[in-house]
């Protein structure tokens, strides 16, 4: 069944659902939570698909809210689908200018009582989700950094704002390699004297996967760029080798551990209905994954002092350069002004003093003429 309302209101969206639960013959429909999926009009179509793919898991009502607050006119649009071969309900609330603001006073008497609630950003997330009025509703809030436009940016924001019941997928697209290694430390334990991780460039789940390593193995990972796609390889070092699990083409790895041989295994990148499948199985807090963002703050921290000390030390040797060159350039101007004064003195020296060529003429004149006067007249 499927109702369409136009600029309706809360009320009148509760009455159609409850309307449409009794045509269906079946007045509580099994479900076991409330999704809230929060997103813009791009990513509608691919959060819905997700959504609806985790559903047949996890039987709920979907409240998809789609909002558009950059137009003048306010109001708000459903549309209720029950029973389209989907388990549970599904309702789309289209809101618009003021109504968009203020998607919580909408959301609130829609919630199915007595149940918890999920809330989940596809893509650009709220500043605070623990302040926000929508993430306020939820026991469970769920983000996805790889589905903004700066997945490192994002991924280091949540870390920082981090709170109780928050998640990200991230950590979900970790799940078959956290289970691949922890296998391979229980099969071969050792002491790890190095742990690193190789990853495409600016890949939000390598940095997360290190920041874990850190926290159980207690060291410094090293992330590696490499080609991709994704997370490539992991490789912990042991005195009798590296455990390591490569992955080249997003399909099958490589699984080795000192001293057996090599095996395949599968490491399929996974699909965002998977991700979210994993996610809504658990609604408590994960300790290992906060102690992970902890990690990753930490991580976050050292790197930026790090830079900071190479900046300074940058700045003292190019200090310590201008420096140099101004001594240099002011004994340059010393010496040319040195130069410049003995240029001068002599100059004047040689202006008061007669000159050489015309001195033995004058004296030959002189004595010339004293010989003429006191000479005896000839006779």
């Known amino acids: ?80 689908r029950v029973g389209e071969r989907v388990p549970g309900e599904t309702v789309v609330l289209r809101m618009r200018g003021e109504v968009a603001e203020h998607p919580a006073s909408v959301l609130l008497p829609l919630l199915l009582p007595d149940s918890p609630v999920v809330a989940w950003w596809p893509t650009q997330a709220p500043e605070n989700l623990s302040t926000d009025p929508i993430g306020r509703l939820a026991n469970r809030r769920i983000t996805d950094a790889d589905g903004t436009r700066q997945p490192m940016a994002s991924l280091e924001h949540r870390a920082r704002h981090h709170g109780p019941g928050e998640t990200d997928l991230t950590w979900a697209r970790l799940t078959p390699w956290r289970a691949l290694l922890a296998a391979a430390v229980d099969q071969y334990p050792a002491t790890f004297t190095a742990a690193v991780v190789e990853a495409q460039r600016g890949h939000a ?35 009798a080798g590296d455990i390591a699990i490569t992955r080249d083409d997003g399909l099958l790895a490589e699984y080795s551990v000192p001293g057996q041989p090599k095996r395949l295994v599968a490491l399929k990148r996974r699909d965002t209905e998977d991700l979210i499948a994993e996610e809504l199985r658990r609604l408590d807090d994960d300790d ?6 902890k990690t990753l703050v930490r991580r976050m921290r050292r ?77």
């Open 1 to 80: 069944m499927k109702i369409e309302l136009k600029s309706t209101n809360s009320s009148k969206v509760a009455s159609a659902l409850i309307k449409a639960r009794r045509n269906a013959g079946s007045p509580t429909m099994g479900m076991v939570m409330t999704l809230i999926v929060v997103t813009d009009s791009q990513g509608y179509q691919r959060a819905e698909k997700a959504a609806l793919a985790a559903s047949f898991e996890h039987p709920c009502r979907l409240l998809l809210v789609v909002t558009n607050s950059r137009t003048k006119s306010s109001g708000l649009d459903a549309e209720i």
């Open 205 to 239: 789940s390598a940095q997360l996967m290190a920041a874990w390593l850190e926290n159980r193995l207690g060291l410094q990972v090293e992330v590696k760029t490499t080609r991709g796609p994704g997370i490539t390889g992991v490789r912990l070092t042991t005195a």
């Open 288 to 293: 290992i994954f906060d102690a992970a963002v």
């Open 303 to 379: 790197e930026q002092s790090r830079k900071s000390g190479t900046a300074k030390t940058t700045g003292k040797k190019t200090g310590a350069a201008k420096k140099t060159t101004a001594r240099s350039s002011t004994r340059q101007s010393t010496t040319a002004s040195k130069s410049t004064t003995a240029k001068r003195t002599t100059a004047r020296r040689s202006s008061n003093a007669t000159p050489p060529d015309t001195a033995p003429t004058s004296e030959a004149a002189v004595g010339t003429v004293d010989t003429a006067a006191t000479a005896p007249d000839a006779g």
